[in-house]
């Protein structure tokens, strides 16, 4: 199903994190529902976009900020303005906190750098 939606240059490292997040539990998991709502939200599907990233930020212990973030740009895209301020903020606070993932080899399907959080703060 997610091939047929999904035909962008990545597909390989996000099939391998959905791959992955079946087997290695609950953090894993966490960043399907990140990589799921992200697909969703690129297809236009905000409020099943929110539903997975709500999924995530849902899984005990585990706050990534792309999930945050990846939140605020449906937010943007809803003309939800006040909620996409506040929810880039958590997703600073968060990428500060060290809860994203590290990855060795730089491959991590749709990485989040804090540069890309700052510079949409101080666009609003």
């Given amino acids: 199903m997610l091939s047929t939606l999904y035909k962008g240059n990545c597909f390989f490292c996000f099939a391998t994190q959905i791959s992955e997040s079946l087997f290695y539990g609950k953090k894993s998991r966490s960043i399907l529902y990140v990589n799921y709502g992200t697909l969703l939200e690129k297809l236009g599907l905000y409020e099943e976009a929110l539903e997975q990233l709500n999924k995530s930020l849902n899984t ?19 003309g939800k303005k ?43």
Avoid: C, M, P, W
């Avoid at 903020?89 to 080899?105: F, G, M, N, T």
């Fill in 60 to 78: 005990k212990g585990f706050k990534f900020s792309g999930a945050y973030f990846h939140k605020t740009e449906v937010f943007e895209k809803l």
């Fill in 82 to 124: 006040d909620s996409a301020i506040n929810s880039y903020k958590e997703a600073l606070h968060q990428y500060d906190k060290s809860s994203k993932l590290k990855d060795v080899y730089n491959e991590f399907f749709n990485e989040l750098y804090r540069q890309d959080i700052t510079i949409k703060i101080n666009k609003n």
